[in-house]
């Protein structure tokens, strides 16, 4: 009785083994089904997008404005406000870097889409990446990018619609991505830009935003210049970002009030110097919106930074996983740099403290961040993670990092 029903179910295990052969021989290759929330989620972040640079063109003696369409037809979602992450490889370092996207988001959609950065070659100052970029790149050189990042968008539940932009050097950029949407009529907000320069041969996209600000009410857009001597044109203000401008702009004549939403993007002084106006205005924070551009180009420039340690070389002792390595972490770079000086890969994308992608775990040592590049949550300040694109060693360390 047993084995009758023992060769039964082999007989019949061997009969839907076969038809199970056949259904697969016979079905589509194709997914039948596919996840709408998986798919919209593929759509807002596709991963690495290969790109081609398009055009290359002058926006200010010391600027570029660069065009990339997507070698696929296709671009993701995006605000105006966010930035793209390009992943390169300069000389054998392999490295990343943020730049806001200027061009509009509507420019990214439809039948052509492209978007722009717009790339400053100050030399002194600049860092090496822009200066390689600003450089080397031309028409028909390929990319990988990754996008969007970035929370420097409106957001109308959060924001007030009368925009004050307080913004110098590259930090025009996303300003100048808002400007376009609010033109194209896919924004609706007032945005009053206050850019600050120290002359006006300094000035970026400022024919560009001119011409926006001919054809719409919704933008404004005033040059604050702090040069000793630099003649004034109609409309500029002179000297700083100060508190009486932002007071003369804001919708209310009491900042405190909050009807003004403002938000700050420029170099590393001009954060330091713009907090302690806000500050002073009473304006409440949930107001505020800043945008920090990269790691500082100068750290000891920053609050609270121990000048001392400026020219000194540590010891960083890496671990990932089982392995561990020892390399040379200079205190005037966050210990991201470290890294890929090393040629040891780690992820980053913002590099300025925020997006949380370089999050690693000091074992031991002193490190100093920045507070304007301090975006780690409170638990992993305790558990002493921080993120290695804003964090600078003030002593030999040892550093865990993730394995990828
Ligand atoms: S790369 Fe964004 S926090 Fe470090």
Redesign the pocket.
């Known amino acids: 009785m047993k084995i009758k029903s023992f060769l039964k179910d082999v007989g019949g295990a061997s009969r839907v083994t076969k038809l199970r052969g056949q259904t697969l021989n016979n079905a589509s290759s194709k997914n039948l089904y596919i996840d709408p929330i998986n798919a919209t989620a593929k759509a807002l972040h596709p991963g690495p997008i290969e790109v081609v640079c398009t055009k290359v063109e002058e926006v200010s003696p010391t600027a570029k404005k660069y065009t990339f369409a997507p070698t696929n037809g296709v671009l993701p979602i995006f605000e105006a406000g966010q930035y793209v992450s390009f992943d390169l490889d300069i000389d054998g370092t392999k490295t990343t870097r943020p730049y806001s996207i200027c061009s509009a988001p509507y420019q990214a959609q439809g039948e052509n889409p492209f978007f722009e950065v717009t790339i400053r070659n100050g030399k002194k100052g600049t860092g090496y990446v822009s200066i390689w970029f600003y450089e080397n790149v031309k028409e028909g050189d390929k990319f990988i990018v990754n996008l969007p990042f970035g929370h420097f968008n409106y957001e109308e539940l959060r924001d007030s619609n009368n925009i004050l932009a307080l913004a110098g050097g590259s930090g025009i950029t996303p300003f100048y991505s808002m400007a376009q949407e609010i033109a194209n009529g896919t924004l609706d907000v007032n945005l009053t830009i206050l850019y600050g320069s120290v002359s006006h041969k300094d000035i970026i996209l400022e024919k560009e935003l001119k011409e926006i600000t001919s054809k719409t009410d919704k933008v404004k857009f005033i040059n604050v210049i702090s040069g000793e001597g630099e003649e004034l044109q109609e409309g500029d203000e002179k000297g700083f970002i100060s508190r009486e401008l932002i007071k003369k702009y804001s919708v209310e004549s009491d900042p405190t009030n909050a009807k003004t939403s403002y938000f700050v993007c420029g170099p590393l002084v001009m954060y330091q110097f713009v907090e302690k106006e806000l500050k002073a205005l009473n304006v409440p924070l949930r107001r505020i919106r800043m945008e920090v551009f990269g790691a500082p180009r100068d750290i000891s420039q920053a609050e609270g930074y121990p000048k001392e340690n400026i020219n000194k070389v540590f010891k960083l002792t890496v671990r990932r996983g089982i392995d561990e390595v020892v390399i040379d972490a200079k205190a005037c770079e966050p210990l991201?740099v470290a890294l890929e000086r090393a040629g040891i890969k780690n992820r980053?994308?913002?590099?300025?403290?925020?997006?949380?992608?370089?999050r690693s775990k000091v074992v031991s040592g002193e490190f100093f961040v920045p507070k304007v590049g301090d975006?780690r949550r409170a638990a992993d300040k305790r558990f002493n993670y921080v993120?290695?694109?804003?964090t600078y060693p003030l002593s030999d360390i040892v550093l865990e990092i993730p394995i990828l």
Do not use: L, P, V
């Open positions: 991201a980053t994308r913002c590099r300025s403290g925020e997006c949380g992608f370089c975006g993120h290695a694109c804003s």
